[in-house]
T-cell receptor, first 113, second 112 residues
Framework: KAGVTQTPRYLIKTRGQQVTLSCSPISGHRSVSWYQQTPGQGLQFLFEYFSETQRNKGNFPGRFSGRQFSNSRSEMNVSTLELGDSALYLC????????????FGSGTQLSVL | GNSVTQMEGPVTLSEEAFLTINCTYTATGYPSLFWYVQYPGEGLQLLLKATKADDKGSNKGFEATYRKETTSFHLEKGSVQVSDSAVYFCALNSGSARQLTFGSGTQLTVLP
């Protein structure tokens, strides 16, 4: 069974640009969560999607948004990039059955110059 | 709000040494507690979990016991291997099962 797939693996952008990251969950998983990992702030929850609806949102500005498609694939978008948005963005998928196990992808490393 | 405090790293041990990584938490309600491990260049993998007080999670020789009275979930392993070198994260959820609060991570290096 394929794991969680995140693309691209690396991205370099400049301030003010926008970026879209993609996440394909494990087959059969219907929930996708996104996390930001930085050396200074550690791992922080961004948002969670299930059945194409955002279920929970972390404490991030509106520049961070996401969506989920009918096949459970998810994208997150960051607009008007700032230097502080440089981070590893991790996606995690899970079954929506009360099971609390998250399966993480390898992440997208975003560098903002 | 919820928070997780982990022992500062990095931790360097010799192979076959005993490992303890301390983790304490603050949370409302009755959270589930987790240890995740991150190997270089990879995402996080669930190592073990405990869902209620006095539960012991265990996997691959690692153990942690949910201590409500001390709000702790310390990770232990009796004999570490070089292959255990990684970053270890303590985490909890309270409310949404998929919204985790993580500690800052502890880098473990095991020398042969």
């Amino acid at each position: 069974k394929a794991g969680v797939t995140q693309t691209p693996r690396y991205l370099i952008k400049t301030r003010g640009q926008q970026v879209t990251l993609s996440c394909s969950p494990i087959s059969g998983h219907r929930s996708v969560s996104w996390y930001q990992q930085t050396p200074g702030q550690g791992l922080q929850f961004l948002f969670e999607y299930f059945s194409e609806t955002q279920r929970n949102k972390g404490n991030f500005p509106g520049r961070f948004s996401g969506r989920q498609f009918s096949n459970s694939r998810s994208e997150m978008n960051v607009s008007t990039l700032e230097l502080g948005d440089s981070a590893l963005y991790l996606c995690a998928s899970s079954l929506w059955d009360g099971n609390e196990k998250l399966f993480f992808g390898s992440g997208t490393q975003l560098s903002v110059l | 709000g919820n928070s997780v405090t982990q022992m500062e790293g990095p931790v360097t041990l010799s192979e076959e040494a005993f490992l303890t990584i301390n983790c304490t938490y603050t949370a409302t309600g009755y959270p589930s507690l987790f240890w995740y491990v991150q190997y270089p260049g990879e995402g996080l993998q669930l190592l073990l979990k405990a869902t209620k007080a006095d539960d012991k999670g265990s996997n691959k020789g690692f153990e942690a016991t949910y201590r409500k009275e001390t709000t702790s979930f310390h990770l232990e392993k009796g004999s570490v291997q070089v292959s255990d070198s990684a970053v270890y994260f303590c985490a909890l959820n309270s409310g949404s099962a998929r919204q985790l609060t993580f500690g800052s991570g502890t880098q473990l290096t095991v020398l042969p």
